[in-house]
C-alpha cells in the first residue's frame, strides 16, 4: 500500500478539502475512509451511523471521487482532520505537487466494514433536490424538538436513529437520514433532479458531487 497519493490539481485538492470541512461538520471526531486502486481516489465518510452492524439502526454513507495524478494503492480509516491538516499545509505551501501523506491508521469503526454493492445497482427514477431539502430541514427540527439538552447517550442515539432512519414517505426505501446528508455534504445544487438507484438493501442517491448510499429505510412514516 502506498504511504501518499498526488492530487491531480489545485482544484481538485480544494473541492476534497471542502467535502472534508462538511463531513467533519456533521461528524467532528469523524473518519474517512480513502481507497485508491489506480488513478481514482474514493473517500467514504459515515454522518449517520447507530454504531452497530446489527442493530438495525440507519446507516448513510457518503462518497465523493478525485482524479489522481498518478496511479496510487490506498485503503486506510483515519480522522478526518488529520487529512485536513495535511490538505491545508499542501494548499499553504504553494507546491505545484500535491501529494497528500496518508495518515497512520489504526482507528476502527463498523461502518467501515460495510460493503454496500458494487454493481447490480438499477435505476428508479429521480428526485427533486428542493423536496429533498425540504425533508433534510424538517428532519433536523424534529431531532431539534425531539431531543431536550438533557438527552444524551443511547436515548439520544435511538432518537435519532428513529428519525433518520425512517422512510422519506409513506411508500419509499429512502431513508430521510440521505436526505440530510446530502444536503449537509454538498452534494446537490438548487433545483437538481437526483437519480435514484437501488441494489439489493441499499439505496443510492447520486449527482455531480458526489453518491449518498444508504440502508433502506427501517421503517416507514
Not at 25 to 43: F, H, K, S, T
Not at 119 to 139: F, H, M, Q
Request: glycine share 10%; no cysteine; charged share 25%.
Amino acid at each position: 500500500m502506498n504511504k501518499d497519493f498526488v492530487l491531480i490539481d489545485e482544484q481538485s485538492t480544494k473541492d476534497l478539502q471542502s467535502y472534508l470541512l462538511r463531513a467533519k461538520r456533521l461528524d467532528p471526531d469523524g473518519l474517512v475512509r480513502l481507497r485508491a486502486y489506480g488513478n481514482v481516489l474514493a473517500a467514504y465518510v459515515a454522518p449517520i451511523f447507530t454504531g452497530s452492524i446489527l442493530d438495525g439502526g440507519p446507516t448513510v454513507i457518503g462518497l465523493r471521487t478525485t482524479e489522481l495524478a498518478a496511479e496510487a494503492e490506498v485503503d486506510s480509516l483515519v480522522p478526518i482532520s488529520s487529512v485536513l491538516d495535511r490538505l491545508a499545509r499542501v494548499l499553504e505551501s504553494g507546491a505545484t505537487e500535491y501529494r497528500i501523506e496518508v495518515p497512520e491508521a489504526g482507528q476502527r469503526a463498523a461502518w467501515a466494514g460495510i460493503s454496500p454493492p458494487r454493481s447490480g445497482w438499477v435505476a428508479d427514477g429521480v428526485i427533486d433536490e428542493t423536496e429533498l431539502t425540504a425533508i433534510a430541514r424538517a428532519g433536523i427540527q424534529e431531532v431539534a424538538d425531539s431531543l431536550p439538552t438533557s438527552v444524551g447517550g443511547p436515548i439520544a442515539a435511538r432518537i435519532r436513529g428513529e428519525i433518520w432512519g425512517r422512510g422519506i414517505e409513506r411508500d419509499t426505501r429512502i431513508p430521510t437520514g440521505a436526505a440530510f446528508v446530502a444536503a449537509g455534504l454538498g452534494f446537490m445544487t438548487e433545483n437538481e433532479q437526483i437519480s435514484i438507484y437501488f441494489a439489493d438493501n441499499w439505496v443510492r442517491l447520486s449527482t455531480e458531487f458526489g453518491h449518498v448510499i444508504a440502508r433502506e429505510a427501517a421503517r416507514v412514516a
